[in-house]
């Protein structure tokens, strides 16, 4: 999954949310180094992943896209699973995505100088960007695509993506609902297990 989705299933503690938003740019048990808080959502983002990872219905979206590319097709799949959450905001939460975006980038504003410096730079872009916010938005994702296209130096020809995803909305949109509500509540009893044992 990408931010939006970890963000959301971080729930209302801020801590948590800080500790999985960050969780990528920590290695090994470097996690050591921060709150219990912020550990536990360490520990809550590598347990989404490894469910997302495992789980058949994003498998069966990423075939949708292995043939044109390769490895890719999972880093593609999270963002356009970013794109249905955020299109689909009001199923999910009763606080409207902007206000919910807005009060993320105030918190990530006011912890940056805390965090791991990669944290730092991509939390600068995000705000400047609104990336959060457009993820709703086709043009956003394109963006998305087309940034992470030129980090591969055009290797990964993700920027072509969004013909795949105004191709395959419909399947992959169905894909996303059958597979986030699985999400969800592995998502919550993790999260529960994780507060206790932690």
Known sequence: MNFLAHLFLSKENTNIMIGNFIADHIRGNNY???????????FLHRAIDTFTDAHPIV?????????????????????????FLAKNWNSYSEI????????IYSLFKEKA?????????FIKYMIEYDILF?????????????GMNNRTKGKSQMNLAIEDLKNLKEVLEEDFTL???????H???KLKEIIENL
């Open 59 to 83: 498998r069966k979206s990423k075939r949708r896209l292995h043939e044109r590319y390769g490895h890719y097709d999972g880093v593609i799949i999270d963002i356009f699973y970013d794109y």
């Open 179 to 185: 597979f986030f509500k699985d999400l969800v509540n």
């Open 96 to 103: 409207p995505l902007d206000i919910y975006t807005n009060k």
């Open 187 to 189: 998502s919550n009893k």
């Open 113 to 121: 100088p805390d965090l791991p410096l990669k944290s730092q730079q």
């Open 134 to 146: 457009n993820y709703q938005f086709e043009e956003g994702i394109a963006k998305v695509l087309n």
């Open 32 to 42: 050591t180094a921060y709150s219990k808080e912020i550990q536990q959502g360490i």
